[in-house]
């Protein structure tokens, strides 16, 4: 996968253009966020602590400085969401701050995913194959490894080597639509390990709630072909995504695709 250095500015610009359009994911590193803020974190978690609704609907109590210490990381996160929101902007064509404004009330989470250990990790996936709904995922994961990512030029599955202290960032479908296809929002699964549990932390960068997601006039001109979407609502479309999301249901989850111009 390739990674991009956080330095300068132009060769950065063409790099993360470059790995959005050829796979939809890379790896940043030199990207400020101190190391320790994460460690604590996957630390001090403990998975029994991480009961579902526990997480909905209030803070675990233990470790006591485990609510401090994910609000700061969420804070840190943001910012480095909101510096490779630009980059994409910039590398888009388009002005740095151009994203931004869709992302006044936004509506990030971070979100902690662990997946047991597993006798017959051929039988299982840790989590099955998806495309995130909203506009950008900075995930920290641990050593274990486990992320695959659906290669687009040949549609294998490629293994996403674990590089601590790097984070990998995947646009999603947010992004797909605004660019126009031109930067897709790539399916990715997790496999289980056998031996060793796992962690995996995503910061799920999403919009405002309000907001309605169309190819950007900028990325439609005489040149590149008509807009391939129409109009949607990024609150409803995510309330109904997520409310069936690992159901079984009878017909496919709702998908960037059924807004498609066919
Ligand atoms: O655990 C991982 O490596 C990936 C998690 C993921 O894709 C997700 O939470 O959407
Ligand atoms: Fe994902």
Redesign the pocket.
Known sequence: MIVVILTDIGVLIAEIGNACEKWGFFQVINHGVPLEKLERLEVTVDPDDLKPTQLINCWPQSPPEFKEDAQEYARDLEKLAFKLLELIALSLGLAADRLNGYFKDHASFV?L?YYPSCPSPQLVLG?NR?K?AGAL?I?A?DVVG??QVRRKSDGEWVSVRPNPGAFIVNVGDIVQVWSNDKYESVE?R?MVNSEKERL?I?FFFHPAHYIMVKPLEETIDDETPPPKYNEYNWGVYFATKRKNNFKKLPVENIQVAHFKIV
């Open positions: 979100r995913n989590l998806h995130d995922t995930l994961q486990g992320l990715h997790v995996s995503p």
